[in-house]
């Protein structure tokens, strides 16, 4: 008889894996092709839009990709209004609750406690279910989608805007969209990816957004409060599911390794571009 | 008495027998009267009104026939000629000496007589336009006889054929024939009207020592304008080593060139057909094909034509010939150029290696350009000037470091290919640009590829092109400036000049735009446009397009493509219902310049602080975390390790929830 494997926490739901996954492969088409006509000075950019068919299909890659993270972000708003009415009940328990993505009280003290931990002044703040740098990741995806998302509608139809913009609102619109991407790329290869997979104790990568499950001791040991909370309320054994199969965890890595090698290339690429041929 | 009584009966007889005209067209005004002769019935039908304009309008039948004075009505049928010559002895003199006059003296039936040039009762004077031998009718008149198939080309020993074809092309049968120049030598001015005779007779007119006195008649002075040919002091020193009118002039044939000399020719083949002859000067083969000679361009020009100075009178006519062959006393105007030009110019500095005519042209074999076996044919002319001008050859070791390679580049071009692959022969060659004959450096004023004549160069083929050019601020005559203005080939190249519609130029021509216009160019490549164009696609907006090519002007111009008016619809090229606002976008903008583009400015930076703020705090709070993060990563290695013994006894207590929250 087959020992049965050790039950393992469920952390995210299977909707917000799939937006994760196309949040991954949207934002990685955008930040290819968008650099490649950033960067065009440099000969990678050069390669790259050659690689990817040309400069318009590298713009209609970047449109459709564009489309695509529109429609995550749409459809996460519909799954917060889902699970406001589902899990929730309230507006009042989905944003002052303790599972909140909103920035709280908590957040504050966990940070100034992070501070004090980082220089070893303290113990390890006891984490909840968000912690405030993931937070910070979540809400930067919002400002992001905004910013980049207006600019870019506004050089995709200049002819519409400029019925009531004026023509230099398209060079203003130019610069804030390739910088906030310039940004939103650099933030997310090398702050978003320390933070979640390349911290030591991650390395190389935390698959938990894929597959949407922690080994229990590890949850226990990372989100101390939440566990407390789930404990101390009984849910704890709701949310305990069987780990996947290795052929699973295969083939997430390898989505995983793919997408963390292209990441970390843009970024060498744009630190190429800035230092050595910047123009 | 016996005078008198002859004087009487004189009297009588005038008076009795005066024969009217009348008498005699009461009878011959008849139309149907009709005379026999050896059997053969005609008409004797006599027209008054064309007797009354004739030349001899004042004179009586009986003048011309004279056997009818006196004569009895009906007269005999069988009547002598009339006697022309009775009044027109000294034609009818010069007429029996002549070949026509002996002939007929001999009873020959194709022998004319008077009336057969001049008619019979309806004879006009010459410079009548209906006469038949009037000017212009003199060429049929004599063709009636001469012209081809006819008896007396048949029949009779003429050494000459397609006289009367021959002469209607020539210069004289053109001028009189097709412009009407009456004074224009007809065969009579040549032959003489009355007395013709064969060139073998010394008396003739065009007997050889004849000729130039019948062809001074109307040429004269002609030896003047022959200096070229032959040298003015043999006119008057030496005219019996002169050639003949006809030695060059064919007779028949004359016109503005040159002819065979005839047996000139042989008698220089006498030996240099021979085909190991050799020079005893410096051992080089002096045969010369005669085949090929014949073949040639000069095939009608005469051996002694161009190595001018033999002289007949000498045992070996070609030992007086010291100088080489002048080709520009010929082609005098090419020779001028020539002289102009670099090659004439190394030339007449007895450069070893400058070309000379022959060098392009061959010697005596030489083809025009239009025959494809020809060194000057189209397509053969890269070949010819890379002779000299590839790389390591006498040209291009002359000139350094500019004549890289030009032959190789050139078959590569636009031009090139369109020449070779193509076989498009009106595609521009070397000599199109450079000029023929006088090809000189891009530095001398007087090259065609000078800075100054290069689009005038450029215009012959590209017509339309060189006006707009003109009206266009990269014009000198438009923009006075001390700084260099761009010519064709600063933007097209020369020899590499490739298809416009291509992507290397259209991408490398903004290239040619930033040498001169330096921040613009820069600040075009920070824009879409520009980064589009870095990647290398054209498809999008470059220099030219919004600026114009050849019609380049300022946007403050109203007809410049960027003026005010204009601007919208040029990004309509591209922008399909751009309007005035969208032609605000800033093409050139920088972000570097607070002055220009304040917003620009201050967005990229502030957007740049933004950035950098957010890297600096969120990096600080990662590179604080590492210590920390090491030491958490030896503690969940401990719990892993503590769960890998625990598992073993430790039951599973925990339900299975697989649904869970999901």
């Known amino acids: 008889m087959t020992k049965k494997p050790k039950l393992q926490f469920q952390r995210f739901t299977r909707l917000q894996r799939l937006l994760h996954i196309l949040m991954i492969v949207s934002f990685i088409s955008l930040a290819l092709t968008g650099m490649s006509l950033k960067f065009a000075y440099t000969s990678w ?80 703040p006891l984490y909840g279910r968000w ?45 804030i969209h390739s910088d906030e991407a310039l940004l939103a790329t650099g933030f997310i290869f090398t702050v978003h990816f320390f933070n979640t997979h390349l911290r030591p104790e991650k390395f190389p990568m935390d698959i938990v957004i894929f597959t949407g499950r922690i080994p229990l001791e590890e949850f226990k040991l990372d989100r101390p409060a939440e566990y407390k909370e789930l404990v101390e309320k009984g849910e704890l054994e709701n949310y305990l599911v069987e780990p996947y199969q290795p052929i699973v965890i295969r083939t997430i890595k390898i989505f995983g390794w793919t997408a963390l090698s292209l990441g970390l290339f843009i970024v060498i690429w744009i630190i190429y571009a800035m230092i050595f041929a910047y123009r | 008495m016996k005078r008198l009584i002859l004087l009487v009966i004189l009297f009588l007889r005038f008076y009795t027998f005066a024969q009217e005209n009348g008498d005699c067209l009461s009878c011959h005004d008849d139309k149907t009267a009709k005379g026999s002769r050896n059997g053969k019935s ?63 003296a001999k009873g020959d039936p194709l022998a004319p007589g008077c009336v057969d040039c001049h008619g019979n009762h309806d004879i006009l004077k010459k410079k009548d336009p209906r006469s038949m031998t009037f000017a212009l009718k003199v060429p049929f008149l004599c063709g009636k006889c001469h012209r081809e198939g006819s008896p007396v080309q048949l029949q009779r020993d003429i050494p000459q054929d397609h006289i009367i074809e021959n002469y209607s092309e020539s210069i004289h049968g053109e001028g009189l024939l097709k412009k009407g120049l009456t004074v224009s030598a007809t ?51 030496e005219a019996h080593v002169l050639p003949a009118c006809v030695d060059c002039h064919q007779p028949h044939k004359a016109r503005k060139v040159f002819y065979d000399q005839g047996m000139a020719d042989s008698d220089c083949m006498k030996c240099h057909a021979n085909q190991g002859l050799k020079s005893s000067k410096d051992g080089h083969s002096m ?141 521009a060659k070397c000599t199109d640009c450079h000029t023929a004959h006088r090809e000189l450096p891009s530095s001398d004023a007087l090259s065609s590829i000078n800075p100054k004549n290069i689009a005038a ?77 870095q990647l290398g696609y054209s498809k999008t907006a470059k220099c030219y397009d919004c600026h114009g090519s050849h019609d380049i002007l300022p946007p403050t111009n109203p007809a410049s493509h960027l003026s005010r008016q204009n601007v919208a619809q040029t990004c309509q090229k591209c922008h399909p219902g751009a309007t005035r606002r969208f032609a605000g976008y800033l093409t050139h903008a920088t972000h570097h310049d607070p002055q220009r583009y304040p917003w620009l400015f201050w967005v990229f930076w502030g957007m740049t602080g933004l950035l950098v703020s957010t890297f600096i705090i969120a990096g600080a709070h990662t590179l604080l975390w590492l210590p920390r993060s090491f030491q958490w990563k030896k503690k969940l290695k401990e719990l892993e390790e503590k769960e890998k013994l625990d598992s073993a006894e430790e039951p599973d207590t925990i339900k299975q929830n697989e649904q869970g929250k999901e």
């Open chain 2, 457 to 533: 160069t450029c215009g012959n083929c590209h017509s339309g092109i060189e006006e707009k050019f003109a009206k266009s601020i990269h014009s000198p005559d438009i923009t006075k400036t001390d700084k260099k203005l761009p010519k064709c080939n600063d933007c097209h190249s020369s020899h590499t000049i490739t298809r416009t519609d291509g992507d290397n130029f259209k991408l490398g021509v903004m290239t040619m735009c930033g040498k001169c216009h330096e921040e613009i160019a820069k600040t075009y490549f920070e824009t879409y446009h520009g980064k589009v164009s």
């Open chain 2, 187 to 237: 065969c009579a001015s040549c032959h003489t009207p009355h007395r013709i005779l064969p060139h073998t007779d010394p008396r003739s007119s065009i007997a050889r020592k004849n000729i130039a006195a019948t062809c001074t008649q109307c040429h004269m002075g002609i030896e003047n304008v022959h200096r070229k040919i032959i040298k003015g002091e043999l006119w008057e020193k």
């Open chain 1, 131 to 175: 912690t405030y740098w993931e937070k910070f990741d979540y809400f930067a995806v919002f400002w992001g989608i905004f910013v980049i998302g207006s600019t870019g509608a506004t050089l995709w139809f200049p002819v519409f805007f400029t019925q009531f913009l004026p023509g230099w609102a398209l060079n203003v619109a130019t610069i």
């Open chain 2, 287 to 427: 045969f010369v094909d005669i085949a090929e000679a014949k073949d040639s361009r000069h095939n009608k020009v005469a051996c002694s034509q161009c190595h001018s100075t033999v002289n007949p009178s000498k045992l070996r006519p070609c030992e007086s010939i010291t100088k080489k062959v002048e080709c520009a006393s010929c082609h005098a105007a090419v020779g001028e150029e020539y002289k102009l030009s670099t090659h004439g110019k190394l030339f007449a500095k007895n450069d070893e290696n400058a070309p000379i005519c022959s060098e392009c042209h061959g010697t005596h074999h030489i083809l025009g350009r239009r025959d494809s076996r020809s060194p000057i044919f189209a397509t053969n002319i890269p070949k010819l000037c890379a002779q000299c001008h590839r790389p390591g050859q006498v040209a291009a070791q002359r000139i350094k470091n500019k004549a890289d390679n030009i032959i190789e580049e050139y078959r590569e071009s636009v031009h090139g290919k369109g020449l070779l692959k193509s076989g498009l022969t009106v595609t």
């Open chain 2, 42 to 104: 005609f008409s004797v039908y006599v027209d008054e009104k064309k007797l009354k304009g004739s030349v001899h309008i004042k004179n009586k039948c009986i003048d011309c026939h004279v056997d009818l004075k006196g004569a009895d009505f009906p007269h005999e049928e069988k009547l002598k000629r009339a006697q022309c010559g009775a009044c027109h002895d000294e034609a009818q003199k010069l007429y029996s000496e002549g070949l026509h006059g002996k002939a007929k």
């Open chain 1, 45 to 124: 950019a050069y390669f790259l839009s050659h690689l990817l068919g040309g400069f318009e299909t590298a713009g209609n890659i970047h449109r459709f990709a564009a489309i695509i993270m529109i429609i995550v972000f749409i459809t996460h708003i519909f799954d917060i209004i889902r699970m406001k009415r589902k899990i929730f009940h309230s507006w009042k328990s989905l944003i002052l609750g303790p599972d909140s993505m909103l920035f709280n009280r908590k957040d504050w003290d966990d940070f100034k406690a992070s501070m004090k931990w980082f220089a070893f002044r303290g113990e390890r």
